[in-house]
């Protein structure tokens, strides 16, 4: 999910819809400063509501709407302010997952 999010979203724009090194490149930097806070937020509401349900819930939003976010890039190619919401979408999912993976994995294993 994170090599979709991020990666893939950046190659995608500059191979299949032709779009510059820099203003894809931006507008992935954009969508990553955005979405950036939301590792915290997603990490403390893991806190309230469990790391599991929060991860599983992020990998589950994520497959679902894939096809459709790169479907609505090639539609919005020329939309930077488009195309760089529909890539903080994608970073929202990662965030999701992210976010609380790390307390995740402390917890699992004992002291």
């Known amino acids: 999910m994170w090599y979709t999010g991020q990666f893939y979203a950046l190659v995608f724009m500059q191979t299949e819809l032709g ?3 820099v203003p894809s490149s931006l507008v992935v930097g954009v969508a990553l400063l955005l ?3 939301f590792f915290l937020v997603f990490g403390k509401l893991s806190d309230r509501v469990g790391r599991r349900n929060i991860i599983l819930a992020g990998c589950l939003l994520a497959a679902l709407p894939y096809l459709a976010l790169y479907r609505a890039m090639e539609a ?5 302010v488009a195309l760089t919401g529909l ?3 994608q970073m929202i999912y990662v965030t999701m997952v992210y976010g609380p993976i790390a307390a995740y994995l402390v917890e699992l294993f004992p002291a």
């Open 19 to 21: 779009i510059d090194v």
């Open 87 to 89: 890539v903080f979408i």
């Open 35 to 37: 979405g950036t806070p």
């Open 76 to 80: 919005f190619a020329d939309s930077y």
